[in-house]
């Protein structure tokens, strides 16, 4: 049904920057909260940020002031953009998407696996030290 391609994922050197878009095939981010997720090799999936539908955002601890997440409902887009990127950002990333929401997204919402339904293939990042 629904399909995210997530792209943008890559090699960089610690301290650099990369950015990963999420794009969904038609307009389907508008009226629901997208979450990025990232899972390093043999570690489980772990929240990195989210956005709901009004433009609020979400940060997962270890990335706060360093990643910003967000949206261009126009371009049916989501955007990460990481900045001084650490060793420990080695990982997949994945977009998600909720399903379409009629309630006031909380953090504990947008940072739960379980509210998620649609999930991108995921994109390869490598931080070299």
């Known amino acids: 049904q629904v399909q995210l391609v997530e792209s943008g994922g890559g090699l960089v050197q610690a301290g650099g920057s990369l950015r990963l878009s999420c794009t969904a095939s038609?307009?389907?981010?508008?009226?629901?909260?997208v979450g990025w997720f990232r899972q390093a090799a043999g570690q489980e999936r772990e929240f990195v940020a989210a956005?709901?539908?009004?433009?609020?955002?979400y940060y997962g601890d270890s990335v706060k002031g360093r990643f910003t997440i967000s949206r261009d409902n126009a371009k049916g887009t989501v955007s990460l953009q990481m900045d001084s990127l650490e060793s420990d950002d080695t990982a997949v990333y994945y977009c998600?998407?909720?399903?379409?929401?009629?309630?006031?997204?909380?953090?504990?919402?947008?940072?739960?696996?379980?509210?998620?339904?649609?999930w991108g293939q995921g994109t390869q990042v490598t931080v070299s030290s």
């Open positions: 998600a998407r909720t399903p379409r929401t009629a309630f006031y997204a909380t953090r504990a919402y947008v940072t739960a696996l379980a509210s998620y339904e649609t």
């Open positions: 038609g307009r389907t981010f508008k009226e629901a909260c």
């Open positions: 956005i709901d539908r009004s433009g609020g955002t």
